[in-house]
């Protein structure tokens, strides 16, 4: 098991270990080091390492946070200045080189490492040493909070439905138009990760800073690898002894009376938006089962032998979230859980994002964007 290091990470502690020579560099040998050496330039530190008899001189950029792809994409091209100027290699140092991070690198040729034993060398014509696959020792330094998962995942779901907004309180007001909850700090604070991230970005437009779509497709393809189905309270199936357009009419009432929500399954929705065989028993997300079974007391009968209807118990706002007429979920929702299913209903799952893809990148053609 690896072992945590549980502090709080700061420029000052990163340059104390490489003081101490705490910093595995191996197969070279750090000779000598500047920190913030004096010039025109103020890089964070100046490194010379040695190796088979050459000394390969770098200039470093030191940061914190490494979970943000923008600040290290700012750090990269930073450093690749102060490399030019000062005839030096360019040089990273980061807590932790994840493997996004090493791509970066090897992309730009800037040579990198951290303080869980991560190292990257590249040297034009001359040296490539790559040691990576070490696990980060600093977890706490990451947000908790995925904002690809649960019903933070909402601001990222509207983007896909609407990719530009010129406000933080026009999202709030929009998510809160399509059945999602978030407080303005909450937005504001996954709007500042997914520019991060380089999935959104800002322009002013008319004077306002308008916020925008850059990666559809990364976006979506992000919601889909950390998707968590939803935390279910309760499960059980009942056969229904009304018609399908009549159960669905009073639940549609039943729904708007009680403040309640209620929607079809993702899988069994996605016959609104793809070529689906119709599944035979449908399954409903519900708020509060125990009082739908009362107030369709007459309706239902619960059993478990010719069952035609699942009800699924759960409080989970993205579940409801941009729910569509008939009860039909969304088909973010549609697409997350059919790939998370056999390949026949991911190739289902493909058609609804190939659509959806579309209809945002044309959104975004007509603004200009």
Request: hydrophobic share 35%; glycine share 4%; aromatic share 10%.
């Amino acid at each position: 098991m690896v072992k945590s290091i549980d502090i709080r990470l700061t420029e000052t502690w990163m340059s104390q270990q490489l003081v101490e020579r705490q910093i595995d560099f191996l197969p070279f040998e750090l000779v000598s080091f500047q920190l913030e050496p004096k010039g025109d330039c103020r890089p964070d530190a100046l490194i010379h390492l040695q190796w088979s008899g050459k000394t390969f001189h770098f200039v470093v950029e030191t940061k914190v946070r490494f979970d943000s792809l923008q600040l290290v994409k700012n750090a990269i091209e930073q450093v690749r200045q102060y490399a030019q100027r000062m005839d030096c290699h360019p040089m990273i140092y980061l807590p932790y080189l994840s493997k996004k991070t090493v791509g970066m690198l090897k992309e730009t040729q800037v040579s990198g490492f951290d303080l869980c034993g991560n190292l990257f060398i590249f040297v034009p014509g001359k040296v490539y040493v790559e040691r990576v696959g070490k696990p980060n020792r600093f977890p706490s330094s990451v947000p908790i909070k995925n904002i690809y998962q649960k019903n933070s995942s909402l601001v990222s779901r509207l983007f896909l439905l609407q990719p530009s907004f010129e406000s933080i309180t026009a999202i709030v007001h929009e998510l809160k138009r399509r059945k999602g909850n978030l407080t303005q700090a909450t937005v504001s604070k996954v709007c500042r990760r997914l520019e991060d991230d380089i999935i959104l970005g800002t322009r002013i437009s008319q004077k306002q800073k308008e916020t925008y779509l850059i990666q559809p497709d990364t976006l979506l393809a992000n919601l889909s690898e950390h998707y968590t189905p939803p935390t279910i309270r309760r499960y059980l199936k009942v056969k229904s002894h009304l018609s399908p357009i009549n159960l669905q009419e009073r639940l549609v009432c039943w729904s708007h009376d009680t403040g309640e929500n209620i929607v079809q399954k993702g899988t069994v929705s996605c016959t609104a938006y793809t070529v689906m065989a119709r599944e035979e028993i449908t399954a409903f997300y519900c708020s509060h089962v125990s009082r739908l079974l009362t107030d369709f007391s007459d309706y239902f009968e619960e059993t478990r032998r010719f069952a035609d209807i699942e009800l699924i118990e759960t409080t989970d706002q993205f579940v409801y979230f941009d729910q569509r007429e008939n009860l039909y979920a969304s088909p973010i929702q549609s697409y997350l859980e059919l790939m998370q299913s056999d390949q026949r209903d991911r190739q289902a799952a493909e058609m609804i994002a190939k659509n959806l893809l579309q209809q945002t990148r044309i959104t975004l053609e007509k603004k200009g964007i």
